[in-house]
């Protein structure tokens, strides 16, 4: 736990000027806002066909499942075990969902504890706050930095955290130099965070420092947990409004029209309405609250700070031990509980109807009646009171069949328009069905004629020659004839298509394209291998301590395509004869100053006079190059000549990954195919480990971990 001050014991702030409310303020009990919806009907108009979210404490899975049904690549974080189970379960087979285990947090690679309480579900979390929160299991943190590397994920569209008080912690352990999400939304408490270092100023003043413009759904305070909370407002952030006892979540966008489509799509949705409810007994600061957790701090209102929460219990006994005994009357045996059941649902009719007579409507069919009353007494004239309340019958019943009907109208109209708008998304559904079958038929077509031209050629004897042929187009990988178009696809840098093709033996894929990086883009390079110094660092001691784990401890390292040199920067710091190569002079004259290492400008062959070094390395190189396989044979040439090992890491496309070409566009931001200018050539798994088999490595172990995916081989 980090000490704090509590910051002036806050229980009230400053009321928001009228002019930042966007809905409310509601009393408590009667509204409900999802703002995950609100943030889907603003992101479905800037990303209509999927974008990428980063759901941190993703509970059971109701904030995405209408992002993974609008075709969203999400990334899900569950630590819970419980919950984690639920959140599978809810799983649809065509969403494009990845669940992890890990607990986001400001370090990587630490073990600790998870908690959660039987209290409720939604309090799952690294800190135990309530009484009765238990240990339910231990879970390794990641950085969302070390994560989104990991993962090959360059852009976050949306960013949603909910982690029980540590939501600042996920926040700075985002890569800030190298993204910004478009939309964030995380919680604020200060019951939770103040113990933990910071308050929900702290959290809202970080967003605005990041350039973020910032919205507070603001809830009222939480009487217990497990029970449906209550909405208060929505609004535009001042500094200094929020309350220490309010609850709620920051909505952050980058600009001002983000702001503005939130607020539209908020003034359109409006709140969720709910009758009141009778709220809980309340005595001297403490709820009522199911008897196996007396003690526990949310079953006291978080009204009156932290002080009061923790004496509450103990003020309460105090009282009821001071006050004297009541003296015991005989009294009436007490009432079965079917007639309290009966006396309770008479009460409870008594006031609807008591509300509905004194209503405008209710008085005139009172009235009514009255009058139809008097008239079936007898009396003279007592018919024209008969005839008046026939009359004011016949206006009061068309008027409320009248309402009835406006009502029935409104609702049958506004079912024809949502089935009519489902309509129209199942024709658009059909006709993007239908055009994709059409691609599958062509692509289908095409490759029945490469087989046949392929069977010709092999009954004639040429088959030989198929890896040089321009009409087929053998793998870039493994060189198998057997190749196939797949669609095409549209590239981020230069805005045009390519041709997507796969290879039906190794299960690899390229796209071969004409881009080529300019200086600019050389001098972005080098600067972004800067910014990313201290993770490349850290990523680099956690390789080598790897490679020891598998008795690789090298005195010397080559390392093909070094860029800036940061890897062999952590070598060079163990003690290990470090030389890098690049063609990117630029890279190479900005490590020469960084490190002062023996990096040079110039490709890397077998001749190269380097020594004979034990370990050479070639990480996220051989993706960038149309025809790899060249490098590769050089690579593990002197690899074998040095009888040493060869570790080659780069982006890997498994079978699970290819749901991604069904998307309309399949380039969107955070997949394999997101920067396919540059990423040419995406290996499979058995794809990369067959090279190594064709060059005859004596050993092949497959690495997985962190930053690092790929094989390391051995030529002993």
Known sequence: MYACPLMDQRTEAQSPAQDTLILGPFDRGVAHF??????????????????????????HGGSVRQFCRAGWVVHAFEPDPANRKKLEEAVEPAWSLTINEEAVAETDGDTVD?????????????????SSHERVAQVETVRLSTYLARETIDHVDYLKIDTEGHDLFVLKSFPWDLDMPDAIECEFEDNKTLALGYSSEDLAQF?????????????????????????RTLRHYEEGSIA?????????????????????????????????????????????YPADHPHSPSAVPLIAGEAERATAHEDRAKQLAATPAPKTEPSAPAPSGANRSMRASITKVAKRLIRYYSAPTGLLLAAALALTAVGLVGFDYAWVAGVAGIALLAVFLPFKFSRFDERLVAQTYEASQEAKAAGQAAKHAQSAADALLEDVDVSVQRLDARIDQLNQLRSEGDLMDIGESEMFGACPVCDSAFTAFVRM???????IEVALHTCLDCKSFWNPGSYEEDDAQLERDVAWGLGVADRNIAAGQN?????????????????????????????????????????NSRAIEAGRETYSLDLRAEPWTKETECGNPDLILSISVLQHIALPRPLFAEMCAGAKASHGSLFVSVPMVARSNWDRILNPDPAVSGT??????????????????????????????????GLWRGFLASFH
């Open 244 to 288: 220490g006892t309010s609850w709620g979540n920051f909505m952050a966008v980058r600009t001002d029209e983000a702001v503005a489509s939130l607020v539209e799509h908020a003034n359109r949705r409006g709140a969720d309405m709910r009758e009141p409810a009778t709220p809980p007994p309340v005595d001297r600061g403490v709820s009522s």
């Open 489 to 495: 696809v549209p590239t981020r840098r230069t805005k």
């Open 34 to 59: 999802d703002e995950s919806d609100l943030f889907f009907r603003h992101l479905a108009t800037a990303h209509p066909t999927g974008g990428m979210l980063v759901d941190v404490g993703a509970h």
């Open 114 to 130: 998870f908690f959660a309480s039987p209290e409720s579900t939604g309090v799952s979390g690294l800190s135990p706050f309530l």
């Open 543 to 583: 390789l080598f301590e790897i490679l020891a784990s598998k008795g690789v401890t090298p005195k010397s390292v080559v390392d093909v395509g070094c860029g800036i040199g940061t890897l062999l920067s952590v070598a060079a710091g163990r003690g290990i004869d470090a030389i890098g190569f690049d063609v």
């Open 672 to 705: 394999w195919l997101s920067d396919n200018d540059v990423h040419i050539t995406h290996f499979s798994p058995q794809g990369l480990r067959g090279l190594f088999e064709e060059h005859g490595a004596t050993e092949i172990v497959a690495i997985d971990e």
């Open 207 to 231: 967003l605005i420092a990041k350039g973020y413009r910032v919205l507070v759904s603001e809830w009222h305070p939480i009487v217990r947990y497990g029970i449906s909370h209550d909405f």
